[in-house]
């Protein structure tokens, strides 16, 4: 059981190219979500997921693609990076079963540094 | 739209004291997080609150939920070095939405 695997830990972009960044989980999970860390500040919502096939926005989706074809799955896409894009990135993922809440389990995160 | 506040956002303190760090929010809910994160480190999870008056303790820490008041609290008792860190208080109603954060530093 590896729980939420995020890959790469570190990147370097160039301003206007693009990646994807990998979230998976492998704990059947409903909800999947990606949050940005600003140095100093908290968690920022940029996307979430309540299961295949559905996504919604968060606080901060401008920039930011997702999508949701499979439960393990919920990779983040950055289509054409920004300096301001410069952050740590954490994927999160976490359900409930029968009004029980079991917590959100937060992968390790993705540094991200756009020059 | 859901907000969350914590303070303070910054705690220095010293081992021995007791001190306790707040988290509003702005909707109805009854699902209420609090995590630890370690610089340069991931989320770990401290509690997860689910009900009115659920209270919750782990050592040093307890922590309390009013959805009432839309308040939690986070009680250090006897704070300790090792519980420097940064603590961040969530809450959920169809996504999870965090605070602020408060670093906490304590020292000798």
């Known amino acids: 059981n590896a729980g939420v695997t995020q890959t790469p830990k570190f990147q370097v972009l160039k301003t206007g190219q693009s990646m994807t960044l990998q979230c998976a989980q492998d704990?059947?999970?409903?909800?999947m979500s990606w949050y940005r860390q600003d140095p100093g500040m908290g968690l920022r919502l940029i996307h979430y997921?309540?299961?295949?096939?559905?996504?919604d926005q968060g606080e901060v989706p401008n920039g930011y693609n997702v999508s949701r074809s499979t439960t393990e799955d919920f990779p983040l896409r950055l289509l054409s990076a920004a300096p301001s894009q410069t952050s740590v990135y954490f994927c999160?993922?976490?359900?409930?079963?029968?009004?029980?809440?079991?917590?959100?389990?937060f992968g390790s995160g993705t540094r991200l540094t756009v020059v | 739209e859901l907000k969350v506040e914590q303070n303070p956002l910054f705690l220095s303190m010293q081992e021995g004291k007791n001190y306790t760090i707040y988290c509003n929010y702005s909707?109805?809910?009854?699902?209420l997080y609090w995590y630890r994160q370690d610089p340069g480190k991931s989320l770990e999870s401290l509690f997860v609150?689910?009900?009115?008056?659920a209270v919750k303790q782990e050592g040093r820490l307890m922590a309390s939920l009013d959805t009432k008041a839309r308040l939690s609290t986070l009680h250090i008792t006897a704070a300790v070095h090792d519980l420097s860190a940064t603590y961040f208080c969530?809450?959920?109603?169809?996504?999870?939405?965090f605070g602020t954060g408060t670093r906490l530093q304590v020292f000798p």
């Open positions: 999160a993922s976490s359900y409930f079963r029968q009004g029980r809440d079991y917590g959100y389990t």
């Open positions: 704990m059947n999970h409903e909800y």
């Open positions: 997921s309540v299961g295949a096939g559905i996504t």
């Open positions: 909707t109805t809910s009854d699902r």
């Open positions: 609150l689910l009900s009115n008056g």
């Open positions: 969530a809450v959920a109603d169809t996504k999870l939405i």
